[in-house]
């Protein structure tokens, strides 16, 4: 019995010691960490985001592509207006003289307007598919110029990830507006594009 109480009080003791000598190795590795996390944390932040939205209406580059889009899109609305107002004017000739036109001019003057009709159509939607790529491919340039500049931008400034904002695509719900960098982007973006332009 003696020798058994003996072994219980050492195995107490000895499970005593060895929490002790536990509980000061983890408050020695939780002390570490702590450490090393005040010391990784830098002055500035380096995730950052830029609001797609006002970098847009304050992007000069994006301004001036957009209006020579918009031109190219009226000027292609107004030929193809100008070349349906033209058919409609062939189709009234033709309707108003029909009466008069012996069968076989009437039937071919109806081959040559329905052939016109599927040409017009055909033109129309060559230049809507025409418009559509020119527009992607604007597209695809804004944003490799941007993309590319905020690359570089990120690198000068030291920081780690740049997301970006927009109500059509919220992906950032919530941005600290000192995180918030749009300004400075479009003031750089725009003086890259001055210099591009000379």
């Known amino acids: 019995m003696k020798t058994s109480a003996s072994i219980l009080t050492k195995l107490t003791l000895g499970l005593a010691i060895a929490g002790s000598v536990a509980a000061c190795?983890?408050?020695?590795?939780?002390?570490?960490?702590?450490?090393?996390?005040?010391?990784?944390?830098?002055?500035?932040?380096t995730i950052v985001y830029v609001n797609s939205d006002s970098l847009l209406n304050k992007y000069d580059y994006f301004k001036d592509m957009s209006k020579r889009l918009e031109d190219k899109g009226k000027a292609s609305q107004t030929d193809l207006q100008n070349r349906g107002q033209a058919f409609q004017r062939q189709v009234a000739?033709?309707?108003?003289?029909?009466?008069?036109?012996?069968?076989?001019?009437?039937?071919?003057?109806?081959?040559?307007?329905?052939?016109?009709?599927?040409?017009?159509?055909?033109?129309?939607?060559?230049?809507?598919?025409?418009?559509?790529?020119?527009?992607?491919?604007?597209?695809?340039?804004?944003?490799?110029?941007?993309?590319?500049?905020?690359?570089?931008?990120?690198?000068?400034?030291?920081?780690?990830?740049?997301?970006?904002?927009?109500?059509?695509?919220?992906?950032?719900?919530?941005?600290?507006?000192?995180?918030?960098v749009t300004v400075d982007v479009a003031k750089r973006l725009n003086e890259a594009y001055a210099k591009e332009k000379k």
């Open 25 to 45: 190795n983890q408050n020695k590795t939780a002390d570490k960490p702590a450490t090393a996390a005040t010391t990784a944390t830098p002055d500035k932040e």
């Open 93 to 180: 000739e033709y309707q108003k003289n029909q009466a008069t036109m012996p069968a076989d001019q009437r039937q071919a003057t109806e081959q040559q307007l329905q052939r016109k009709q599927q040409e017009l159509q055909g033109y129309s939607q060559n230049a809507g598919a025409e418009f559509q790529n020119e527009q992607a491919s604007e597209n695809a340039k804004l944003y490799d110029k941007i993309a590319d500049f905020v690359k570089t931008y990120a690198k000068e400034k030291g920081y780690k990830l740049v997301l970006t904002y927009s109500k059509a695509n919220p992906t950032v719900l919530y941005g600290d507006p000192s995180l918030d």
